[in-house]
């Protein structure tokens, strides 16, 4: 059985490979969201000991990508929380 880690790193390797071009905090963020590991922006950045800003910087243009949809926004701590807007297994419409 695979550990938590490989299948994260599992589904970020085909989410890069089904969307070229995507950096990998996207993919890693896209990643956890799909795989419930986590869809609240304060608990992304310490899981991934990141600063919230460029997570936030990041969840904000998969908002923008129509990957992700925000469900919540605390305006007072700059939380967001997020859902899968689309399904990022499906393969990248050709440009």
Do not use: F, K
């Amino acid at each position: 059985m695979d550990s938590p880690e490989r299948l994260l790193e599992q589904t970020v390797l085909e989410i890069q490979d089904r969307h070229p071009g995507l950096p990998v905090l996207e993919a890693v963020l896209l990643a956890a969201v799909y795989l419930e590991i986590c869809a609240d922006s304060r608990q992304l950045a310490r899981l991934l000991e990141t600063e919230h800003a460029l997570i936030l910087r990041a969840l904000n243009t998969l908002v923008e990508a129509n990957r992700l949809q925000i469900t919540n926004r605390h305006d007072r701590t700059a939380r967001l929380q997020v859902s899968l807007a689309s399904d990022p297994m499906e393969q990248a419409a050709a440009a």
